[in-house]
T-cell receptor
């Protein structure tokens, strides 16, 4: 079974500051890794994902995440945040072996960007 | 128009009532999912379906049932609603395109259900 830990329930940050949202996972098998974002009053949207290859993956809006197998982590970073990045961010894993594509989500981190 | 729609968007009901939440998609995806979101708990999978004849329980299916009426429609029912089923419910879809090893899931806007 897999599990995902997002230790920070809320991360306040000032606009244009860097941010890191932490994600650690536990699994006895290889996994795929995802970050989803939920803007206020909306559903979840895929931000980025790691399937294979380069351990550093990037989104179109400046976020990046690095898969670290030894530390079982997939932290999300952005060098300079904007007010519009205020949202809840969910890390998720999926079992590589299975064909079900079931996602196991973390509890979410609310990124609150202040002017 | 949105690719994944959910109706109703908000619903208040009483304990013991039967409730149906509906999900429709225009993405042409075979796979559909129902999740519930609770503060501090993230999203948890209730049921998922790979096609009209293939329906599977997720991690928290007790107290829920589903119906896959067509490729595009997947409904979630609460047979006898109870207060701890108060939550935000999301429908999602994905497309198992050959060659893709992990498919992105596309979420609807959610249904906020309150059981009094």
């Amino acid at each position: 079974a897999q599990s995902v830990t997002q230790l920070d329930s809320q991360v306040p940050v000032f606009e244009e500051a860097p941010v890191e949202l932490r994600c650690n996972y536990s699994s006895s098998v290889s996994v795929y890794l995802f970050w989803y974002v939920q803007y206020p009053n909306q559903g979840l949207q895929l931000l980025l994902k790691y399937l294979s290859g380069s351990t550093l993956v990037k989104s179109i809006n400046g976020f990046e995440a690095e898969f670290n197998k030894s530390q079982t982590s997939f932290h999300l970073r952005k060098p300079s945040v904007h007010i519009s990045d205020t949202a809840e961010y969910f890390c998720a894993v999926s079992d590589r072996r299975g064909a079900t594509n079931k996602l196991i989500f973390g509890t979410g981190t609310l990124l609150a960007v202040q002017p | 128009d949105a690719d994944v729609t959910q109706t109703p968007r908000n619903r208040i009901t009483k304990t013991g009532k039967r409730i149906m939440l509906e999900c429709s998609q225009t993405k042409g995806h075979d796979r559909m999912y129902w999740y519930r979101q609770d503060p501090g708990l993230g999203l948890r999978l209730i049921y998922y379906s790979f096609d009209v004849k293939d329906i599977n329980k997720g991690e928290i299916s007790d107290g829920y049932s589903v119906s896959r009426q067509a490729q595009a429609k997947f409904s979630l029912s609460l047979e006898s609603a109870i207060p701890n089923q108060t939550a935000l419910y999301f429908c999602a879809t994905s497309d198992p395109t050959p060659g893709r090893v992990a498919d992105t899931q596309y979420f609807g806007p959610g249904t906020r259900l309150t059981v009094l």
